[in-house]
């Protein structure tokens, strides 16, 4: 008797698994709520923003997990999606295009916003979605600084996030999540529409629209 556990123990501890290892795009490919709830809210702003025309390409800043190039290149099949990240950051967004297997969803290119140049020529439009308020406020002027450069007269960009504004109460639930960005680093932060509109000004983009989205959050455009 006093050996069955241990014999008991021996069979469990021999018993096969029938768990099927993960793959390696599975293990890379991270995965953001956020991006999955809004998705589609933003999706329907830019329908109304991206330029007319068979083939348009749009340079993404900041594309984190990769997500967004997926929802939004299957969505419009006519755009090209050229999505972006700063070195090292590349792997989930490679692992969800592959996955995807998108003809019009372009290999991920290394870019921060402080590099010299970007890292295409051109583009028709430029979309940063949460990406201001995560970096340091001068990255709010390289992105408008990098927009004037890639974009044509005519051509938008298009941001997505938490803003502050001067005549609208802040919300308290972006009251907690800009406390918890500067307590995690003080260079962080939502920033405020007007001076974020001023420095668009001053690279010569003209404000279109503010339309407010779901968990208070807002996406602006501006033309060059």
Request: hydrophobic share 35%.
């Amino acid at each position: 008797m006093a050996g069955a556990p241990q014999n008991l123990s021996k069979q469990r501890l021999s018993k096969p698994r029938d768990k099927k290892p993960r793959s390696p795009d599975k293990l890379m490919k991270q995965f953001s709520k956020a991006c999955e709830r809004n998705r589609e809210p933003i999706g329907d702003v830019l329908q109304k923003v991206l330029p007319d025309g068979e083939e348009v390409t749009v340079l993404e800043v900041g594309s984190g997990t990769g997500q967004h190039g997926v929802a939004f290149a299957r969505r419009f099949p006519r755009i090209l999606w050229q999505p972006t990240n700063r070195p090292g950051r590349l792997e989930s967004i490679k692992a969800w295009r592959r996955e995807a297997d998108l003809d019009n969803l372009l290999p991920p290119l290394c870019f921060d916003l402080f590099d010299e140049s970007a890292p295409v020529e051109g583009a028709d439009m430029v979309v940063a979605i949460n990406v201001i308020h995560i970096a340091p406020f001068e990255a709010t002027k390289q992105l408008f600084h990098h927009a004037q450069k890639l974009l044509e007269p005519g051509s938008p960009i298009f941001l997505y996030g938490p803003y502050r504004f001067r005549d609208r109460p802040l919300e308290l639930s972006n009251e907690r999540f800009d406390g918890f960005l500067q307590r995690r680093d003080p260079k962080s932060g939502l920033r405020l529409f007007e001076e974020v509109d001023q420095i668009a000004d001053e690279h010569g983009f003209t404000h279109v629209e503010t339309r407010r989205l779901p968990a208070n959050n807002d996406a602006i455009w501006w033309v060059r």
